[in-house]
């Protein structure tokens, strides 16, 4: 029977013929590259720390009984899912075998659905160890993947596109909803960068008082105003030789962007309360939740400040348009606060994992971190569905939402997960959501969904 070569391989030993052989059928037509064994020792020659799969064994056989296959699997990887089948429930001996680390335990006979989902389940598991485990290797070499984490096609591009300006001294504005990684990724534009030796200067503009802000971007002179009792390098000093990040830009006021603008165009600034120009040689980045040239349009924003900190544009994907990555990355969190914590990974449910997928995630990436650490500490019942569940009822005890927009998130965001893996392909993405070329093209306009931002490299 040929199966799915991407599909999760499950080893079955089973010395009785007549069970390896329906079980591992039952297996094939449910999606999995299943193989029989009637002794042990082949199957375990076929396990690695990279193996991608499920170990699946009767417990009586002769020779090497199932406790032994568990001890032995254990031994090439600690962390790979290992199920117990037995026709004599003793509950001693399940008790004791996942105690030694077995992935669950089935009494025979079973219901094959009940196989299959409890298999389904150990090879999400094991889908997600590895990721982890492929990302923390390459943390060694504090690679970009471990600093901006997800596998899906938009992370890629963004990560490819961060590189190439990484290497050169360019102005980057960067485009995101709240709760994206702005500031991370302006961090990885210096770390990656040629001015690593420099400081990485964050400022959030919509945090300094209007009153501030000259004295905070460009410092002061001893006496400059009451309070001001020594001279005070400003960030835009700060930073000369490293990089400035200006987070929220869109609030700075309009006579801070005139001197902003002068500084980056002359490389100089003076002081509050002084003349003279002091030079400096930074590399600005900033970033935008909104679009500025529509605040130019209406007055609230400098068009020409605009075109000289937009040399470079990074946009960073919601996490609702990167569905594949959600589960790595509250895998990914989890994993951290549990060892942050000294607590216990807690695996997920297959309810979990269909919370995390069906949530529209309006806080992002950081709502997604909340949420791991949340679920680490075991805060309420219900894990992670429990969790969703609770926040929607708060939420929309305090702020009702109506239908209609319910409705347009859930639309736009099933439209941008086809095209994300149709990757921009509009045939397919019809096909896939069986709407007509039109419809589509209609409802991607009113969504300002764009098909070039899912297209491969």
Request: overall charge neutral.
């Amino acid at each position: 029977m040929r199966t799915d070569p991407q599909a999760s391989p499950v080893l079955f030993v089973d010395d009785e013929m007549a069970m390896r052989l329906s079980v591992v059928q039952w297996l094939q037509l449910a999606g999995f590259a299943a193989e029989g064994f009637a002794t042990p020792q082949p199957a375990l020659d076929r396990l690695s720390p990279d193996f991608p799969g499920v170990l699946v064994t009767d417990v009586r056989m002769p020779r090497m009984d199932g406790m032994a296959v568990l001890a032995r699997a254990l031994e090439r990887d600690a962390d790979l899912p290992v199920i117990l089948v037995t026709g004599h429930g003793d509950v001693t001996l399940a008790v004791e075998a996942m105690r030694r680390g077995a992935y669950d335990f089935i009494e025979k006979p079973f219901e094959p659905d009940h196989l299959v989902a409890v298999i389904r389940r150990a090879a999400e598991k094991r889908r997600l160890v590895l990721e982890n485990r492929g990302l923390r290797l390459r943390a060694a070499g504090d690679g970009i993947e471990t600093r901006l984490v997800g596998t899906s096609p938009a992370m890629a591009e963004l990560r490819r596109d961060l590189m190439d300006l990484a290497a050169t001294s360019a102005s980057v504005l960067i485009h995101g909803e709240t709760g994206t990684g702005k500031e991370l990724v302006a961090r990885c534009l210096h770390d990656f960068g040629t001015r690593t030796k420099g400081a990485f200067v964050p400022v959030n503009c919509g945090a300094i008082p209007d009153s501030m802000a000259e004295s905070e971007l460009f410092g002061h002179e001893a006496g400059a105003f009451t309070g001001a009792s020594q001279r005070r390098a400003g960030k835009l000093e700060h930073s000369s030789g490293g990089t400035l990040f200006l987070d929220e830009i869109e609030s700075m006021p309009l006579a801070i962007q005139v001197k902003l603008l002068r500084a980056l165009q002359e490389r100089t600034i003076e002081r509050l309360g002084s003349n003279k120009s002091v030079a400096i040689d930074l590399r600005l980045v900033a970033a935008t939740k909104i679009d500025l040239l529509d605040l130019s349009d209406e007055g609230k924003f400098r068009a020409d400040l605009y075109y000289r900190l937009n040399v470079a544009e990074l946009h960073i994907p919601p996490l609702r348009a990167r569905g594949d990555d959600i589960p790595l990355l509250f895998d990914y969190f989890a994993t951290e606060f549990a060892e942050r914590h000294g607590r216990e990974p807690r695996p997920l449910e297959p309810a979990d994992i269909d919370a995390l997928l069906a949530h529209d995630w309006p806080g992002n990436v950081r709502e997604l971190r909340n949420l791991a650490e949340r679920h680490t500490l075991a805060v309420g019942r219900g894990g992670v569905a429990g969790l969703l569940r609770r926040r929607a009822a708060g939420s929309e005890a305090s702020s009702p939402r109506a239908l209609a927009d319910q409705v347009d998130a859930f639309e736009k965001r099933a439209i941008e997960q086809a095209l994300e893996r149709c990757k921009g392909d509009i045939k397919a993405v019809m096909e896939t959501l069986n709407t007509p070329r039109r419809t589509l093209n209609e409802k991607m306009a009113r969504h300002g969904l764009d098909r070039t931002r899912f297209l491969p490299r």
